[in-house]
């Protein structure tokens, strides 16, 4: 039982690149999030979907496209990466809203 | 939306004494608040969590308080230990993914 497994773990973009982050659930979870974390702040939800085939915006979505086409994997793309976009990012799965989110080990990503 | 308040943002504490995070929320339909502790560099880890219906957890050296009236909750680390050193978060979370807010977080220490 691995839980929430992301990869990579570290990448290095260049302005205007693009790239996925793939998170992988082996818990059977409905729900599936993922952040970003910058210095000094706390977990900003970017999209988060409630069960294969769908997803939805979060706090700060833009620059950013999801997608769940399997309900263990939920797919962060990044289609013209901005030194803004500079962030460790955190996927998670849970079973429901009011239940434990279960974090994978994070993404960190440097776009210079 | 929901937005959630944390305080202090810093927290030194001796070795064996007490600490206190207070949180605040907006949304008086939030019924969830988990609290999260994330160590240097690792993911963050649920430590604790309270719903709605109840006004106190405990577990162990840690405590959660609820007041709905006043939409506050609070984490409390009795007899503190150096292992205790990390950034705690809370966040409250309504029934649909986008209303689990986190707070800014707390950077606790414990000083030997």
């Known amino acids: 039982n691995a839980g929430v497994t992301q990869t990579p773990k570290f990448r290095v973009l260049k302005t205007g690149q693009s790239m996925t982050l793939l998170c992988a659930q082996d818990?059977?979870?409905?729900?599936m999030y993922w952040y970003r974390q910058d210095p000094g702040m706390g977990l900003r939800l970017i999209h988060y979907s409630v069960g294969e085939g769908t997803t939805a915006k979060g706090e700060v979505p833009d620059g950013y496209n999801v997608s769940r086409l399997k309900k263990q994997n939920f797919l962060l793309g990044l289609e013209s990466a901005a030194p803004s976009q500079t962030s460790v990012y955190f996927c998670?799965?849970?079973?429901?809203?009011?239940?434990?989110?279960?974090f994978g080990a994070g993404t960190r990503l440097s776009v210079l | 939306g929901e937005n959630v308040e944390q305080h202090p943002s810093t927290l030194s504490v001796q070795e064996g004494d007490s600490a206190v995070i207070k949180c605040t929320y907006s949304?008086?339909?939030?019924?969830?608040f988990p609290w999260y502790k994330q160590e240097l560099g690792k993911r963050p880890q649920l430590i604790i969590d309270i719903r709605s219906n109840v006004g106190e957890k405990k577990d162990q050296r840690i405590a959660v308080t609820l007041n709905k009236t006043a939409k506050h909750f609070s984490l409390h680390i009795t007899e503190t230990q150096p292992e205790d050193s990390a950034v705690y978060f809370c966040a409250a979370s309504g029934n649909y993914g986008q209303n689990f807010v986190f707070g800014p977080g707390t950077r606790l220490s414990v000083l030997p």
């Open positions: 998670a799965s849970s079973p429901s809203p009011k239940n434990i989110q279960y």
């Open positions: 818990m059977n979870h409905e729900y």
């Open positions: 949304d008086s339909a939030s019924n969830y």
